[in-house]
Nanobody
Framework: QVELVESGGGLVQTGGSLRLSCAAS????????MHWFRQAPGKEREFVAA???????YYADSAKGRFTISRDNAKNTVYLQMNNLKPEDTAVYYC??????????????WGQGTQVTVSS
């Protein structure tokens, strides 16, 4: 069982930055692909970014050029650096883990989410 706890959300102005963290426990996640998803009010959950066990990265078009996913296996933690934030980035951001393979639909393990609000 993998437990995931997100942190780092908050309120930021348009153009600002935030760094989300996701701390994993229960297992060594170095062989897991780690993901970030988000869900805005009234919308379906959507994929944001992922990093594979070999550190390959994938991004949704909305995140390319502005967001960077990274991982620190020594700390069992994954990060999402978000720059040039826009009001449409407002959502609950979820961390997710999947053994080995990247899954842009339904990873096996999920955190509880952290709220990101971008004011205009």
């Amino acid at each position: 069982q993998v437990e995931l706890v997100e942190s780092g959300g908050g309120l930021v102005q348009t153009g600002g930055s935030l760094r989300l963290s996701c701390a994993a426990s229960g297992r060594d996640v170095s062989t897991y692909s780690m993901h970030w998803f988000r869900q805005a009010p009234g919308k379906e959950r959507e994929f944001v970014a992922a990093i594979g066990w070999a550190d390959t990265t994938y991004y949704a078009d909305s995140a390319k050029g502005r967001f960077t996913i990274s991982r620190d296996n020594a700390k069992n933690t994954v990060y999402l650096q978000m720059n040039n934030l826009k009001p449409e980035d407002t959502a609950v951001y979820y961390c997710a883990a999947n053994y080995i393979a990247i899954s842009t639909k339904e990873p096996d393990y999920w955190g509880q989410g952290t709220q990101v609000t971008v004011s205009s």
